[in-house]
Nanobody, 124 residues
């Protein structure tokens, strides 16, 4: 069906950078929106960034705006999240997600397909 595999997480000092990658396996997702969510222990999974198929629409949570950049390579079914100037508050398990339409929303329930997550830890 649809499989998403995240990679690129790790441990960095505050102010550092990471680039997360999500690889889609199976059918092509090039026509559909994709997103990044994140979750810390005991907290609800929350929206970080999302983009439409063509990239015209890109939205970000206020907490990451100006620091994170979402992008994709549709030809290779790849999604990226460039994370700069990381803060301890960014520590979370990061998930990529997709849906079978091109609507860009911030609501977790709108995104039925998820990866397993990649851990990002930012130390002060």
């Amino acid at each position: 069906q649809v499989q998403l595999v995240e990679s690129g997480g790790g441990s960095v000092q505050a102010g550092g950078s990471l680039r997360l990658t999500c690889k889609a396996r199976g059918r092509t997702l090039s026509s559909y929106a994709m997103a990044w969510f994140r979750q810390t222990p005991g907290e609800e999974r929350t929206f970080a960034a999302a983009m439409s198929s063509g990239g015209v629409t890109r939205i970000y949570a206020d907490s990451v705006k100006g620091r994170f950049t979402i992008s994709r390579d549709r030809s290779n079914n790849m999604l990226y999240l460039q994370m700069n100037n990381l803060e301890p508050e960014d520590t979370a398990l990061y998930y990529c997600a997709t849906r079978f339409n091109n609507e860009v929303t911030k609501t977790k329930a709108d995104w039925p397909y998820w990866g397993q997550g990649t851990q990002v830890t930012v130390s002060s």
